[in-house]
C-alpha cells in the first residue's frame, strides 16, 4: 500500500478594504459536497473490478485527483492489495479492517476505449485541380461506476459517471493516450466532486455608518495583513449597532465563527441594525453548521 500525505492548514481570512466604498471582510471557509463523507480527511483508493490495465489506469489517475483536492490530508492507494465490498448497505474490505474516519473509494470501469475515425474531403488546390485530406479524429470514452463507503456503510453505490475527450488532427499512439487519459480525468474528477469538501470565499459588508467606529477599525490597522481580532476587541466597549455588527464581522475574520455567530444576532436585532445584518446573520449560522457537519468545530 502507498499513501500520499500532507499537513492540514488554516484558512486566512484578510480584510479587502476598511476604508472608501464598499469596505468589506473576505471569510474562506470550508463548503460540503454534494454527497457527505462525515468529514474524513482521510481517502483510501481500493483495488477494482474491470480490465487490470484501465483499472490501474483509473486509480493512477484518481490518486492524482484526489491528491489535488485540498480536503483531504491523506491519500492512501491500496492498489491490488485489497477491495471495499457492499451489499448496497453495509460495507467492509475483502481481507482488511475499515478505520474510523476513512473513506474508501472502488472505481469500477465499465468502458476504456479510444474510437480512431477517418474522413476523406475533397478540397480545391486553388490551380484548377483538387486533392483529397483524410482528417483524423480520436474519440476517448470512459465510464466508470463509482463506490464509496466508510466504516459506517455505503455512501455512494455504484453511481455511475462519464468522461468523453475528442482530439482532431495527426493522430499517433501518444495522441491517442492523451485523449484517453483526459477523459479518465474528466469521469474521475465528477466522481470526486460529488464527496469533496471544497474551499469558498465570501465577501462580508462592514457598517460605514458610525465614522467613530470605522476610526477605531483603522486605528487597528498598524501594517499589512489587517489584525481583525485587534480590530474587534477594540470595538467591545462601544455602544451602537454598527460598532456591534462589525464587531462580529471583525470576529468572524479573526476566525471565531462560533462567537461571530452570537454577535451576528444580537446586531441583526438591535434597534438601527445595518440593512444587510439579518442576512450575513443567516449565511454565517449555514458557515456555521456547515464547519460543524464536517467536524471542524464542535
Excluded at 470550508?30 to 483509473?58: L, P
Excluded at 488546390?125 to 480520436?138: A, R
Excluded at 468522461?163 to 466522481?191: K, L, Q, R, Y
Excluded at 487597528?220 to 455602544?239: H, K, N, T, W, Y
Amino acid at each position: 500500500m502507498t499513501s500520499r500525505e500532507r499537513l492540514a492548514f488554516v484558512l486566512p481570512a484578510l480584510v479587502v478594504a476598511v476604508t472608501g466604498c464598499g469596505a468589506s471582510v473576505q471569510v474562506d471557509h470550508w463548503t460540503g459536497a454534494n454527497v457527505s463523507i462525515h468529514g474524513a480527511r482521510t481517502v483510501v483508493v481500493t483495488d477494482a473490478f474491470g480490465r487490470d490495465d484501465s483499472v490501474d489506469a483509473i486509480n493512477d489517475v484518481a490518486l492524482t485527483v484526489l491528491d489535488e483536492q485540498p480536503w483531504f490530508i491523506a491519500v492512501h492507494d491500496f492498489g491490488r492489495f485489497d477491495r471495499l465490498e457492499t451489499d448496497g448497505v453495509d460495507a467492509w474490505l475483502r481481507h482488511g479492517e475499515m478505520e474510523h474516519g476513512t473513506v474508501y473509494v472502488r472505481f469500477d470501469v465499465l468502458e476504456d476505449l479510444a474510437v480512431v475515425t477517418a474522413n476523406e474531403r475533397v478540397v480545391d488546390n486553388g490551380d484548377g485541380t483538387t486533392g483529397i485530406v483524410v482528417e483524423e479524429l480520436v474519440s476517448a470514452h470512459t465510464l466508470i461506476a463509482v463506490t464509496v463507503a466508510d466504516d459506517e456503510g455505503v455512501i455512494l453505490d455504484e453511481v455511475e459517471y462519464e468522461g468523453v475527450h475528442e482530439v482532431g488532427g495527426f493522430i499517433d499512439e501518444s495522441v491517442i493516450a492523451t485523449a484517453m487519459h483526459e477523459a479518465a480525468t474528466a469521469a474521475v474528477s465528477a466522481a470526486v466532486a460529488e464527496i469533496a469538501p471544497f474551499r469558498q470565499t465570501t465577501s462580508i459588508p462592514i457598517d460605514e455608518r458610525d465614522e467613530a467606529v470605522m476610526a477605531r477599525i483603522r486605528t487597528a490597522i498598524g501594517g499589512s495583513p489587517f489584525d481583525q481580532g485587534i480590530a474587534a476587541e477594540r470595538l467591545v466597549d462601544v455602544a451602537g449597532p454598527s460598532a456591534l455588527y462589525n464587531r462580529a464581522v471583525l470576529t468572524e475574520g479573526s476566525g471565531d465563527i462560533v462567537a461571530a455567530v452570537d454577535l451576528y444576532r444580537a446586531a441583526a436585532s438591535a434597534p438601527g441594525a445595518f440593512v444587510e445584518a439579518a442576512r450575513v446573520r443567516d449565511e454565517a449560522e449555514w458557515r456555521l453548521r456547515e464547519a460543524r457537519n464536517l467536524g471542524l468545530i464542535r
